[in-house]
């Protein structure tokens, strides 16, 4: 039976970048471990010889021509969707050294 | 002017528009009062556009063409779809607090508005679309308007309130695991789930990218013949859409099922269903017998592992899809953050909702080293199992015939706080996710006591929308169920 501790669950909190206090980390620890021990059900299932699907409509590569195109939005506008300054046509983040 | 405009279905609209018995303004005006007087009730729209609607309509109306069966046709589209510069926020806090609006135009939108169809505002959803009641969304619950103690499902609830009380002809949703049809299912509407890659999902906000798909919610199946023959078909934007030829669905719509053979699989009449329901479902099936449809019983073994299968993939797809928002591009922001790492965890933190942070962790532990063969990659095995089951059972009937949901619309907060109890609901939905199938919802009756709709689901093979729609067309005539309507 797979169950996710408060260490755990700070961890994996921590890879996927969110905040938790100490009641979350508890209550998600419950739950997170009840989903973890229904999904295990799949174990049961004898998957010997069988391939993973890869794409349902079995779909492989989407290739197109190699062609320049004009953008159908303008840079500008993707720029502005920014909550932070955009400062030489870049966007201005926190540093990244604290 | 005729008060009830609103009440048309697309089909009958278009025929009114073009013989110049009503305008597009008094049919757009009628479902903009008949919102103004009911959504107060039901929360369905999270984002009215009414100003711009009536500018389009005076516009159409001098134009005074109606050539395409859209023409004119006021809908509603699920707030996951970007319209340009028109807030579009997947009901997430994430996108909300900035009113995020896009500099371009989802495929599906783009291609209703090009033949004139109108677009009334955002229908609320869970937050990007992750739950099966829009009580995750950012702006509360919407309310069933057969009973608004109830939920309207989801995640496409405000979508499917808005047509099932007449806020607007159609609605434009997405199904990952049955976000279109469960909620059109408790509104008394029909709802359709195309197949995987049949309708662009450009422009469309993420959640399981290997399962998630677009279609419309109406008030009949003619109507959600027409609006998908309008929207699908290969789009250069999404490379996951089929090269397969789009076909006019409402000519599939000939009504006859002579010797149509219907499976009934004895894995979808489980224990606890509720029994009207399934006494509903039944009677379907006797009453496509008396059309001369044959219906046998059939099984779809890996049935009880689905729901396992889609609580691995879809959370590990949602991690991986919510990674985009971190507050650079756009989004929540905070000017609290001590640097760069810190910004990530604040924005998002503040951003996500609960049953999001649940998906991103679950995903995150099950994509993480050590962890991926035992759950994606497990998942996907059994994930071909269940397509086999499908492909298996479509040797043998052309159509799948089961119940779209267990009960009825449940009591707002009835399910909440129990995330497994909500997951084990979907049930009926999930595996035409995971194996690609289209599926669609009718209405088949409703509930003794409080009147509630009870939907019949009928799933097809891969790119048979044509069929599952005759069918559900065929049905949809002998019985009289699409014209009760709530009373609110």
New interface residues.
């Given amino acids: 039976m797979t169950t996710l501790n408060h260490d755990d669950v700070r961890h994996i909190a921590k890879l996927a970048r969110l905040n938790l206090n100490d009641e979350e980390v508890k209550k998600f620890s419950t739950e997170l471990s009840n989903i973890l021990q229904y999904v295990e059900k799949l174990q049961e299932v004898d998957t010997e010889g069988v391939e993973p699907i890869a794409q349902i409509t079995g779909l492989t590569n989407a290739f197109r021509e190699d062609e320049v195109e004009d953008s159908l939005i303008a840079p500008e506008d993707l720029l502005s969707c920014s909550p932070l300054p955009v400062v030489e046509h870049q966007i201005q983040t926190p540093s990244a050294h604290g | 002017m005729d008060s009830m405009l609103h009440t048309l279905s697309i089909a009958q609209a278009h025929e009114k528009l073009q013989k110049k018995e009503i305008s597009c303004t008094e049919l757009t005006k009628a479902c903009i009062d008949r919102a103004e007087s009911v959504d107060k009730k039901l929360n369905a729209l999270v984002y009215r556009n009414f100003e711009r609607a009536l500018e389009e309509a005076k516009k159409i109306d001098a134009e005074g063409e109606f050539t395409h069966l859209l023409t004119g046709i006021p809908f509603v589209v699920k707030d996951n779809f970007c319209e340009k510069d028109i807030p579009s926020t997947g009901c997430s806090n994430v996108l909300r607090k900035?009113d995020?609006?896009?500099?371009?135009e989802s495929t599906a939108t783009a291609r209703v508005k090009a033949v004139g169809a109108i677009s009334l505002g955002k229908g609320n959803t869970d937050e990007f679309t992750m739950g099966a009641s829009t009580e995750t969304s950012c702006y509360g619950v919407t309310r069933n308007p057969w009973d608004p103690s109830r939920v309207a499902g989801g995640s496409s609830g405000g979508c499917a309130a808005a047509v099932g009380a007449d806020e607007c002809l159609f609605a434009l949703g997405s199904d990952t695991g049955g976000s279109i049809r469960q909620p059109a299912g408790f509104c008394g509407c029909s709802g359709l789930r195309a197949?995987?890659?049949r309708v662009s999902r450009y422009g469309v906000m993420s959640m399981a990218s290997?399962?998630d798909t677009v279609g419309p919610i109406c008030k009949s199946v003619e109507d959600i013949a027409i609006v998908l023959s309008t929207i699908a078909g290969k789009d250069?934007?999404d490379?996951?859409t089929?090269d397969v030829p789009v076909p006019d669905y409402t000519k599939a719509l000939h009504g006859d099922v002579k010797g149509l053979k219907i499976g009934l699989p004895k894995e979808y009449f489980i224990d606890g269903m509720d029994e009207q329901v399934e006494k509903a479902v039944r009677d379907a099936a006797t009453q496509f017998e008396k059309m001369g449809a044959v219906v046998t019983d059939i099984s779809l073994p890996?049935t009880?592992?689905a729901v396992?299968?889609y609580?691995?993939i879809v959370p590990s797809e949602v991690?991986s899809n919510m990674s985009r928002y971190?507050?650079?591009?756009?989004?929540?922001?905070t000017d609290a953050?001590?640097?760069?790492?810190?910004?990530?965890?604040?924005a998002?933190?503040e951003g996500?909702g609960d049953e999001v942070?649940?998906r991103?962790?679950?995903g995150?532990?099950a994509l993480?080293a050590g962890y991926y063969d035992?759950?994606y990659?497990?998942?996907?095995?059994?994930?071909?199992?269940i397509?086999k089951d499908f492909d298996d059972a479509f040797q043998n009937v052309d159509v799948i015939l089961t119940p779209t949901y267990p009960t009825p619309a449940f009591i707002v907060g009835a399910l909440e706080g129990d995330?497994?109890a909500m997951?084990l609901q979907d049930i009926f939905l999930v595996s035409q996710g995971?194996?690609?199938m289209p599926g669609m919802t009718v209405p088949c009756g409703f509930t003794s006591q409080n009147t509630l709709p009870i939907g019949l689901h009928l799933t097809g093979p891969?790119w048979g929308e044509d069929t599952i729609l005759n069918a559900a067309y065929a049905y949809e005539q002998a019985m009289d169920w699409k014209e009760q309507k709530p009373n609110l």
Avoid: C, N, W
Avoid at chain 2, 100 to 104: E, I, S
Avoid at chain 2, 337 to 346: Q, R
């Fill in positions: 900035k995020y609006r896009p500099p371009f197949t995987y890659g290997s399962l250069p934007l490379g996951t089929g890996h009880e592992y396992a299968t609580y691995v991690s971190d507050g650079i591009r756009y989004g929540h922001t953050a001590t640097d760069l790492i810190d910004y990530y965890h604040l998002r933190t996500f942070k649940r991103i962790m679950i995150t532990y993480s035992a759950y990659r497990k998942a996907q095995k059994v994930r071909t199992l397509r995330p497994i997951y995971l194996s690609g891969q």
